[in-house]
Structures are given as structure tokens and as C-alpha cells.
């Protein structure tokens, strides 16, 4: 059974940066498509940036150009760089790995969060 273990939430003042990581156990880590997602208060879970398996990734439009994300399959991890923080990007964020499964489909996992709050 693979498991996600996100790190690096804390609190931060606007304009500032976090890196938030995800490490991932039980798992083939290299064949994955990983995604980080973020949930506000009231709020649905959103996605907000994706790397695929070859390292090609996309952001959502409201982080495009302040927040990065990339990976590093040694260390079985997935970062996330946040620059230029907004109090609106104040949420838990979340991992989460797409791990292909054959004909079987792919087997998602989830972390438990870490929380990211930005004070004007």
C-alpha cells in the first residue's frame, strides 16, 4: 500500500515562499503522475499544479507563473514551489499520486494535507 507524506505548510506573510514536499512510499514512484490540490475553508478541493511521469507539467491559472512544481524520482518526491503568496492562497494542500494499474485502471493516493496560511 503506497502512502504520501506531505511537509513544509506553515505560516507566511503575502509576497513571501513556501516549498512543500511530498514524499511517497510503496511505490514505483517514477511511474506516476503526481498533482497537488488545495482546499480552503468552505471551499471544494481544487487542483493546482500536475507533473506527469516524463516531468511535463500544467498549473492552474490562478497560480500560473508564482508557483512551481517539480519532482525528484530519487527521493521518490514531489515539490512545490510557492512564490509571491496571496492571503487567498491560504488552504491545505494536498498530494496526490496517480499510480497506473494495467487493465485494472489507475489506484489513486491521497496525503493528509499540510497547511499553508498567508497573513496581508
Known amino acids: 500500500q503506497a502512502e504520501l507524506v506531505e511537509s513544509g505548510g506553515g505560516l507566511v506573510q503575502a509576497g513571501g515562499s513556501l516549498r512543500l514536499s511530498c514524499v511517497a512510499s510503496g511505490t514505483i514512484f517514477d511511474r506516476n503522475d503526481m498533482e497537488w490540490y488545495r482546499q480552503a475553508p468552505g471551499k471544494e478541493r481544487e487542483l493546482v499544479a500536475r507533473?506527469?511521469?516524463?516531468?511535463?507539467?500544467n498549473y492552474a491559472h490562478f497560480v500560473k507563473g508564482r508557483f512551481t512544481v517539480s519532482r525528484d524520482n530519487a527521493k521518490d518526491t514531489v515539490f512545490l514551489q510557492m512564490s509571491s503568496l496571496k492571503p487567498e492562497d491560504t488552504a491545505v494542500y494536498y498530494c496526490k499520486m496517480i499510480e497506473p494499474n494495467g487493465r485494472w485502471g489507475d489506484i489513486e493516493y491521497w496525503g493528509d494535507g499540510t497547511l499553508v496560511t498567508v497573513s496581508s
Open positions: 507533473i506527469d511521469r516524463g516531468g511535463s507539467s
